[in-house]
C-alpha cells in the first residue's frame, strides 16, 4: 500500500529519549525512524553512548543525516539540562521532546518492594521527566512552540503485575506533572501529553514465537493481536505535528481496547512473561 | 461502644490538636469511635497537642514523632505501635507537604524532590511497614488523604504537589489490588479545603461562611469520612476515590478565575 502523506515536521527538531539500540532497540528508535520520515531532525539520546550511536548510524544509513547522538543519563538534573543545551548548541533549537526513557520495575508485592527500587522507578519515571519538561520548557517558551510527549504505559492508568507499585505511582505522579505543565505552558504553544500504549511488539519479536503464543496474546487483546511500533509511532509523529495544537494535558490510551476490557488479567502481557 | 472499639489506629501529619488540620479532625473521630490512635507528626509537642485533646475527651491516644518521608522512620513507626499496643489496624497516611512553589521552569530540584519524598514516598514507605502485621491479621484499612489537585491541578501549590497527589491514587489503586483478599483495603480520600483550628481562629466570620456553603470542610468531617472507611463494615470499599465537595470537582474550571486567583494570592503559573 503506497504511504499517505504524514504530518509534515520539516524544519523541526526532536530529542527522542531511551532511543538507543538501533533495530535491537524496541519502540523509541522506531518512534525517531518515524520522527526523521516525517522531517524532523533528530537528536537520539540514550544512556550508553554505544547504544544512541548504533540507532544515529541505523538512521543516517536509512539516508536521514540530520541525527545526532547525545548520550546522558535523564534522571541525572545536571546532564539532562546539558543534554538540552547540547541539542540547542548542535541544531539551533528544540520542538519536540519524546521522553521514552523509563525504568522498569521488579514486580514484586508491594511489601517486597525494596527502598532502592521504589526510588529508582522514581528518579527515571518521575524525576527525569520533569528534569527534561523543566529545561525544554525555557527553551520552548522563547521560541512559542513546543511538543513535550512522554511514553507511558497503559498498566500506569491501572494496575500492573508485571512492574509493581513503584512503577504505577511513579507513571501516576508523570501524569500530575503533565496536568499541571499543561496549564502552565499552553500559553506559550508549549503542548504536554502522554501516550499509554497497550502490548506493542516488534514484528521480529513475534517471528520467533510459537504460532500458538501468538494466538493466545491476539486473544487477550479486543483487536486481536498486539500493537505494532508503526502504529505508535504514529501518534507520537500526530502529537508533534502543528495539527495537534489543541491537544494538551491528555494520556491517550493506544491499546487496542485492552483497557477496557472487564475482568481477567491485571497486565495484557502478564500470561506470557 | 464506638465503631472502632477494640482497633488500633495511626494518623500521619495528626499534629495540632485544636489548632490542626484534617489529621487532626481523623485523629479526634477515630478515638471518639473507640480506636486507639497514634498520632504522629514531626514534632513531639504538635503531636501531643492533639494527644491531650483526645484524652481530655475520655479517648485514648499517644504521640508519636518521626518523619514519613524517611524510610527508617517510617519503619519505626510502624513497629512502635505495634510493640505499644500488639497491632495496628488503621493506617491514615495525613501528613503533607504544603505550600507555594513556581512554575517549572523556575523550580528547583529541592523543592520538587521534597514534595514527592513526603506525599508519595512517605505513605508508601508507611504503608509497606504496616502491610506485613495487616496480613498477618486479615484486618488493614490504610487511608490515603488525597487532594482534589489529583484530579484537576492544584488551586494553591506547585506541580510538585499535583504530581505526588496524582501519584498517590495510583499507590492506593495498586495496592487495594494487590492486597483486598486479606481484609486490606486501601482508599484515597480527596479533600478540596479544609479549615484547620488556626486558618479558623485567624479568618474569623469569612471561614465560618465558606465551612457553611459547603466550599470548605472542617476537620472533624474529614474525620468522619475516615471512620466509616476504618470501620469493619467497609470491608468491602478498597480502591475508591472519595472526593469531599467544595470548590467545583465535577465541571470545567474557569482559567480566568483561577488567573485572577493566582495574580491574588502571588502564585506563579508560569506567564
Redesign the interface.
Do not use: C, N
Given at each position: 500500500m503506497q504511504r499517505q502523506q504524514r504530518f509534515d515536521l520539516n524544519g523541526m527538531v526532536a530529542l527522542v529519549t531511551g532511543a538507543g539500540g538501533g533495530s535491537r532497540g524496541g519502540l523509541g528508535p522506531l518512534i525517531a525512524r518515524a520522527l526523521a520520515e516525517s522531517g524532523s531532525r533528530i537528536a537520539i539520546n540514550d544512556r550508553t553512548p554505544e547504544r544512541a550511536r548504533e540507532t544515529v548510524a541505523e538512521l543516517r544509513a536509512a539516508g536521514y543525516d540530520a541525527v545526532e547522538a547525545f548520550p546522558a543519563d535523564v534522571a541525572n538534573?545536571a546532564q539532562v539540562d546539558r543534554l538540552i543545551a547540547q541539542v540547542v548548541e548542535r541544531f539551533g533549537q528544540l520542538d519536540i521532546l519524546v521522553n521514552k526513557a523509563e525504568a522498569h520495575g521488579s514486580g514484586r508485592?508491594?511489601?517486597q518492594?525494596s527502598?532502592d527500587e521504589?526510588?529508582s522507578l522514581?528518579a527515571v519515571n518521575?524525576?527525569a521527566p520533569?528534569?527534561l519538561?523543566?529545561a525544554a520548557?525555557?527553551h520552548m517558551?522563547q521560541r512559542r512552540f513546543g511538543r513535550i510527549i512522554h511514553v507511558s504505559h497503559i498498566t500506569?492508568s491501572?494496575?500492573?503485575a508485571l512492574n509493581?507499585?513503584?512503577y504505577?505511582?511513579?507513571?501516576?505522579?508523570?501524569?500530575?506533572?503533565i496536568?499541571?505543565?499543561s496549564?502552565?505552558?499552553a500559553?506559550?504553544g508549549i503542548t504536554v501529553n502522554a501516550i499509554l500504549p497497550g502490548f506493542i511488539v516488534t514484528p521480529k519479536l513475534l517471528h520467533g514465537w510459537e504460532e500458538e503464543r501468538v494466538q493466545r496474546l491476539a486473544e487477550t487483546i479486543p483487536i486481536r493481536r498486539a500493537g505494532t511500533p508503526e502504529e505508535v509511532a504514529a501518534l507520537v509523529v500526530f502529537l508533534a505535528s502543528h495539527e495537534a495544537s489543541y491537544i494538551t494535558g491528555a494520556a491517550i490510551p493506544i491499546d487496542g481496547a485492552v483497557s477496557v476490557v472487564p475482568g481477567g488479567r491485571?497486565d495484557p502481557a502478564s500470561a506470557f512473561a | 461502644m464506638g465503631r472502632l472499639t477494640g482497633l488500633v489506629a495511626l494518623v500521619t501529619g495528626a499534629g495540632g490538636g485544636e489548632m490542626g488540620g484534617g489529621g487532626a479532625g481523623i485523629a479526634r473521630v477515630l478515638a471518639r469511635e473507640g480506636a486507639i490512635v497514634a498520632v504522629n507528626d514531626l514534632h513531639e509537642d504538635y503531636a501531643r497537642a492533639t494527644v491531650d485533646q483526645i484524652t481530655r475527651n475520655g479517648g485514648q491516644s499517644f504521640a508519636l514523632a518521626g518523619d514519613v518521608s524517611d524510610?527508617r522512620q517510617a519503619n519505626e513507626l510502624v513497629s512502635s505501635v505495634i510493640a505499644r499496643c500488639g497491632r495496628l489496624d488503621i493506617l491514615v497516611n495525613n501528613a503533607a507537604r504544603l505550600g507555594r512553589t513556581p512554575?517549572?521552569?523556575r523550580?528547583s530540584?529541592e523543592e520538587?524532590?521534597s514534595y514527592?519524598a513526603v506525599n508519595?514516598?512517605g505513605p508508601?514507605y508507611m504503608?509497606?511497614a504496616a502491610?506485613?502485621h495487616m496480613?498477618q491479621r486479615e484486618y488493614g484499612r490504610i487511608i490515603n488523604i488525597g487532594s482534589l489537585?489529583?484530579l484537576?491541578?492544584?488551586l494553591n501549590g506547585?506541580?510538585g504537589y499535583?504530581?505526588?497527589?496524582?501519584?498517590?491514587?495510583?499507590?492506593t489503586?495498586?495496592?487495594a489490588?494487590?492486597?483486598y483478599t486479606y481484609n486490606i483495603t486501601v482508599n484515597a480520600v480527596l479533600p478540596a479545603g479544609i479549615l484547620s483550628g488556626r486558618l479558623r481562629a485567624e479568618m474569623g466570620e469569612r471561614a465560618e461562611a465558606l465551612v457553611a456553603t459547603r466550599r470548605w470542610a472542617l476537620p472533624d468531617d474529614i474525620g468522619q469520612i475516615c471512620a466509616y472507611l476504618a470501620s469493619p463494615e467497609a470491608h468491602l470499599i478498597s480502591a475508591s476515590v472519595i472526593v469531599v465537595p467544595g470548590v467545583n470537582a465535577t465541571g470545567l474550571g474557569d482559567?480566568a478565575q483561577?488567573r485572577a486567583m493566582a495574580r491574588q494570592i502571588g502564585k506563579d503559573?508560569?506567564?
Open positions: 538534573s508485592r508491594s511489601d518492594v527502598d521504589w526510588e522514581l518521575t524525576h520533569f528534569y519538561s523543566r520548557v525555557r517558551r500506569a491501572r494496575t500492573s509493581g507499585v513503584a504505577v505511582a511513579a507513571k501516576e505522579a508523570l501524569y500530575g506533572l496536568r499541571h505543565l496549564i502552565e505552558v500559553q506559550h491485571t | 524510610p512554575a517549572v521552569e523550580m530540584d520538587w524532590h514527592i508519595l514516598s508508601f504503608s509497606r502491610i506485613p496480613m489537585a489529583a484537576r491541578a492544584s506547585g506541580a499535583t504530581s505526588s497527589k496524582r501519584g498517590l491514587l495510583g499507590l489503586r495498586q495496592l489490588a494487590e492486597f482559567f483561577y503559573i508560569g506567564e
